[in-house]
């Protein structure tokens, strides 16, 4: 009978200490989901430049999930904007250590480290997402690569990169146009137009700097007529953005 009690109070104990268990995890879930949402409200408002109010969602957000790689992500991104790369480094640092695939933080640390003009860090960050046979874009990566090189000067480094990134991915926007670009400046207008041609195929419709773009080549070429269609057209579409603006 005594061994029935003890087996019957074992049993309540492990169950009162699973359901702690269970009580403690689903905090913790509601801890993280509730990080998320403020990490990307402080983006949101980052992107806005409420930096007040980024500030506040942001450092709740590293309240709730201080081991987030998202949170400290957003962190990152908000102290580089007020020009603290200390503390933007730091937490680029903290993202990818807690979790080294962490695409949007690789991304972040590769870009952050080049516009400090740490180059060659900033390449080795891209070249290991790149090598990752788990990333599925690494086309991502080359593009970014490349971007890294063309700000330093290099652009027959950068132009091998943005073929490298056309070679994983034979229609991606971001490289198709800097290759477009990149051979426009360089006055190989024939391999800009094809590589915009290109381009235009993929897009649902041109943006200000692909317009722009047109004008420029077509207009070197001698091509005044389609240079003409292309600049009334960004004129009319976007007669605020100029030459400007995303692509």
């Not at 200390?86 to 870009?111: M, P, Q």
């Not at 652009?155 to 146009?177: H, Q, T, V, W």
Request: net charge positive; proline share 3%; hydrophobic share 40%.
């Amino acid at each position: 009978m005594m061994r029935i009690h003890w087996l019957q109070a074992t049993a309540l104990a492990v169950a009162l200490v699973l359901l702690g268990a269970c009580a403690s995890t689903g905090r913790q879930a509601e801890s993280a989901r509730a990080a998320a949402i403020n990490a990307r409200l402080g983006l949101a408002y980052l992107e806005q430049n409420k930096l007040e109010l980024a500030e506040t969602k942001l450092n709740r957000a590293l309240a709730q999930a201080p081991r987030s790689s998202l949170v400290h992500w957003a962190n990152a991104l908000f102290y580089e904007k007020l020009g603290n790369d200390r503390l933007a480094e730091k937490h680029f640092r903290e993202a990818i250590r807690l979790n080294s695939r962490d695409t949007d933080a690789l991304n972040g640390y590769g870009a952050f480290l080049c516009r400090q003009g740490r180059v060659e860090e900033g390449l080795k960050t891209f070249r290991k997402m790149a090598d990752n046979p788990e990333y599925v874009t690494p086309e991502v990566a080359y593009a970014n690569a490349g971007k890294c090189l063309l700000k330093s000067g290099d652009e027959a480094g950068a132009e091998e990169y943005f073929r490298r990134a056309l070679k994983s991915n034979p229609r991606y926007p971001s490289a198709l146009f800097q290759m477009a670009a990149l051979l426009n400046n360089q006055g190989r207008y024939l391999g800009s137009r094809a590589y915009r041609q290109r381009l235009e195929a993929v897009l649902d419709a041109p943006s200000p700097k692909v317009l722009a773009l047109c004008v420029s080549t077509e207009r070197a070429m001698g091509n005044h007529e389609i240079a003409d269609n292309c600049e009334r057209e960004l004129q009319s579409r976007f007669p605020k953005a100029g030459r400007s603006g995303a692509l």
